[in-house]
T-cell receptor
Framework: NAGVTQTPKFRILKIGQSMTLQCAQDMNHNYMYWYRQDPGMGLKLIYYSVGAGITDKGEVPNGYNVSRSTTEDFPLRLELAAPSQTSVYFC????????????FGPGTRLTVL | GQQVMQIPQYQHVQEGEDFTTYCNSSTTLSNIQWYKQRPGGHPVFLIQLVKSGEVKKQKRLTFQFGEAKKNSSLHITATQTTDVGTYFCAGRGNEKLTFGTGTRLTIIP
């Protein structure tokens, strides 16, 4: 199993541009999450999904959108990029049930100039 | 909303010394998880604690969950250079985890 994969690994955007961060998992997990991590800080939840077709906002959703058309994929869309969105973005998934271990992808480092 | 704080924010220790990080939640938690993030890496799950007063050990790491299920600690005995990284606690509320602010551990050889 590849686990949780993310593309791209690095990206530089200009202010006002848009892009989609890709996330996929091959573990048949129902739950998927998007976090951002600013330098030296903890993880902030952007959006999450409890299954295909169901998404909900996390702590910091403004400026982002998500979709979950399949169990495997959970892309994150940035519209009108701003310097405040410069961060490392992590996607994570978990199966559900009593052991709630989250598996993280390697991250996407995004810089908005 | 739920807030999870960790102290200290940074800890520098000599190799072989012990290390402890503390985690405090503003609300009672159903369970708490601990993750380790190596420099430049992604968070990796270490353990989950569920029961009030629970203590679990993984080799040199000891994890505790408070009696009131609002606090937790991670203690590392005789640190090694491989312990370098940031340790996060994360408290679960419904479908979401709230991550603590993290403690960055550096080891002085």
């Amino acid at each position: 199993n590849a686990g949780v994969t993310q593309t791209p690994k690095f990206r530089i955007l200009k202010i006002g541009q848009s892009m989609t961060l890709q996330c996929a998992q091959d573990m048949n997990h129902n739950y998927m999450y998007w976090y951002r991590q600013d330098p030296g800080m903890g993880l902030k939840l952007i959006y999450y999904s409890v299954g295909a077709g169901i998404t909900d906002k996390g702590e910091v959703p403004n400026g982002y959108n998500v979709s979950r058309s399949t169990t495997e994929d959970f892309p994150l869309r940035l519209e009108l990029a701003a310097p405040s969105q410069t961060s490392v973005y992590f996607c994570a998934s978990r199966r559900g049930g009593p052991l709630n271990e989250q598996f993280f992808g390697p991250g996407t480092r995004l810089t908005v100039l | 909303g739920q807030q999870v704080m960790q102290i200290p924010q940074y800890q520098h220790v000599q190799e072989g010394e012990d290390f402890t990080t503390y985690c405090n939640s503003s609300t009672t938690l159903s369970n708490i998880q601990w993750y380790k993030q190596r420099p430049g890496g992604h968070p990796v799950f270490l353990i989950q604690l569920v029961k009030s007063g629970e203590v679990k050990k993984q080799k040199r790491l000891t994890f505790q969950f408070g009696e009131a299920k609002k606090n937790s600690s991670l203690h590392i005995t005789a640190t090694q250079t491989t312990d370098v990284g940031t340790y996060f606690c994360a408290g679960r509320g419904n479908e979401k985890l709230t991550f603590g602010t993290g403690t960055r551990l550096t080891i002085i050889p």
